[in-house]
């Protein structure tokens, strides 16, 4: 029995590991396949919207300033990710790959807990091969995807039986105190001031 338990474990780590790495590689895709797109409506629309008299009479002329600065700012993100997007399509197929594979250890896992008298050998071998076969994992990520991840691993995938086995918890599956989660944090203060700065 402990050698099955340990197998379980073994599994679910291994599925943490493969599934969340799938996941971020197709949320990188979609970063760089989508938002330099955003990035050009969102800055289309505020300078459409800086030619309407409700903007001319209501907002501050020295707000004039800081926007034309956070335009540049947000145009010069958008450069940056249709640079590194060139080679996005290798993201998705490497997250098509990990999440195969992560839908092969949830069978594997439920077969080997539910499975009374089984030779777990095989398992054992199978297991040790997708480990070897989820090293295609890309290393470079887009920034801000290791928070997004973590919402499509444990509230969108089928990431339960991951999160039952490794006993997370909710400090586990959102990272509070990672680097990108205080940029977070930092953004969202920045934008309630711009905001309370311009309508006040």
């Known amino acids: 029995m402990g050698e099955k338990n340990s197998l379980l474990k073994n599994i679910a780590e291994t599925g943490y590991n493969v599934g969340f790495g799938g996941k971020k590689h197709f949320m990188t895709y979609d970063l760089y396949r989508i938002f330099p797109r955003l990035i050009s409506c969102v800055t289309i629309f505020i300078g459409i919207m800086q030619l309407t008299n409700i903007y001319k009479e ?3 002329t020295n ?17 940056v990710l249709d640079f590194h997007g060139d080679n996005k399509d290798a993201y998705e197929v490497a997250g098509k790959k990990l999440i195969s594979l992560f839908n092969e250890l949830r069978n594997m896992y439920h077969e080997v807990k ?22 295609i994992g890309l290393s470079k990520q887009a920034i801000g995807t290791h928070i997004i991840t973590h919402f499509g691993f444990f509230q969108v995938m089928q990431s339960k039986w991951v999160t039952e086995e490794l006993g997370l918890t909710t ?30």
């Not at 300033?65 to 145009?75: C, E, H, N, R, Y």
């Not at 959102?174 to 309508?199: A, M």
Request: proline share 3%; charged share 20%; aromatic share 12%.
């Open 114 to 135: 539910h499975t009374e008298e089984i030779d777990l050998a095989p398992f054992k071998v199978r297991l040790k091969e997708i480990q070897k076969e989820s090293e």
């Open 58 to 60: 209501n907002v501050q």
């Open 63 to 79: 707000v004039g300033d800081a926007l034309s600065a956070l335009l540049i700012i947000v145009g010069i993100l958008g450069l």
């Open 171 to 200: 400090k586990d599956k959102f990272p509070f105190l990672h680097w990108e989660s205080f940029c977070l944090y930092l953004f969202g203060i920045l934008i309630i001031i711009f905001t309370v700065t311009i309508f006040r």
